[in-house]
């Protein structure tokens, strides 16, 4: 889980520096404005298995359709 919070997964700058430090890690040239990625709600609560004590989906998180 990297000791975090799983929706933090849903903040842009979160995500981009976590990203960027795995490409600079990889010795990879990391792009002038950081490495870019999208997400949905939807996307963060795909295969997120249900925990005692969490926080139940929020309603504008509808899920996929089969």
């Known amino acids: 889980t990297g000791g975090h919070n799983h929706l933090n ?14 490409v600079w890690a990889a010795k990879a040239k990391v792009p002038e404005g950081g490495v870019t990625s999208k997400i949905t709600e939807d996307d963060l609560y795909d295969n997120l298995d249900p925990k005692r004590g969490q926080k139940p989906r929020p309603k504008s998180a509808k899920p996929k359709k089969k």
Request: aromatic share 14%.
């Open 9 to 22: 997964w849903g903040n842009d700058d979160f995500r981009k520096t976590v990203l960027n430090a795995i």
